[in-house]
């Protein structure tokens, strides 16, 4: 069995901390990554971390866990609510998918409610903040019964 948990991020996450706190906190993508990290250690896991502001990144980061991934956290941003070919990638994986929002998106704009991942992902967690990356890690090792 792979050791190897996929984190992904999308569109505008690069951001983090430096820009709207009220919504998104203080922490820095670079302290979310320290996070994860801790996390699946806790559990006898590694992390491939990634960012970007790419989707088709993001589709090739999901191709290749294919490979070797356990599973894969993913807080794909504003692709969220927009993207079918996110979904299609996740799709074609086989392991578990944990959907991550910092904010709570339900009690924000209504665009921000519908995702096309959840269709997919096998557990969701919102509006936790940056808490939420180590609860998904946690919920993949369980799920491996780690
Ligand atoms: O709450 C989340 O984690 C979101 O996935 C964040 C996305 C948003 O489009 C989703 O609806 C909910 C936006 C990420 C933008 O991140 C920023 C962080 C700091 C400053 C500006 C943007």
């Known amino acids: ?37 801790a996390e699946a250690k806790k559990h006898g896991f590694a992390i491939r971390y990634h960012q970007s502001n790419r989707e088709y990144e993001l589709i090739d980061w999901i191709h ?38 910092i904010s709570n998106v339900h009690k924000r704009e209504e665009f921000r409610h519908h995702s096309f991942i959840s269709a997919r992902a096998d557990g969701v967690i919102v509006g936790c903040g940056t808490q939420g990356y180590a609860f998904g890690i946690a919920r993949i090792a369980a799920l491996h019964g780690q």
């Open 1 to 37: 069995m792979s050791k190897t948990i996929y984190v992904l991020n999308g569109p505008n996450l690069n951001l983090l901390g430096k820009r709207q706190p009220d919504i998104y906190g203080r922490e820095t993508m670079a302290d979310v990554e320290a996070l994860c990290v």
């Open 64 to 101: 290749e866990a294919r490979e070797n991934a356990a599973g894969i956290v993913i807080n794909a941003g504003a692709f969220t609510h927009t993207s079918i070919a996110i979904l299609d990638a996740l799709n074609a994986y086989d392991g578990p998918v944990i959907e991550v929002h």
